[in-house]
């Protein structure tokens, strides 16, 4: 079941609300700018693992 407010579909998948990610939504995702770090480079963002994409982070 979906967490986070997501929609389950098919009974075996989650649509999740913006600022959630994951099988279940159970994820919170942010995004900040990514500065000078490398398309697709992984660091921490305090607790959190962020990959730069697009020029935003995507925390997770």
Same mark, same amino acid.
């Given at each position: $079941? %979906?967490? *986070?407010? /997501?929609?389950?579909?098919? /009974? +075996?998948? $989650? =649509?999740c #609300? @913006? *600022?959630?990610? /994951?099988?279940? $939504?159970? &994820?919170? @995702?942010?995004?900040? #700018?990514? /500065? ?6 992984? =660091?921490? &963002?305090? %607790? +959190?693992? %962020?990959? $730069?994409?697009?020029g ?5």
């Amino acid at each position: $079941c %979906c967490e *986070n407010g /997501g929609t389950c579909i098919l /009974g +075996s998948f $989650c =649509m999740c #609300p @913006a *600022n959630f990610t /994951g099988r279940y $939504c159970e &994820q919170h @995702a942010v995004t900040l #700018p990514c /500065g000078d770090v490398p398309h697709n480079d992984w =660091m921490f &963002q305090g %607790c +959190s693992l %962020c990959r $730069c994409g697009n020029g935003t982070f995507l925390c997770i």
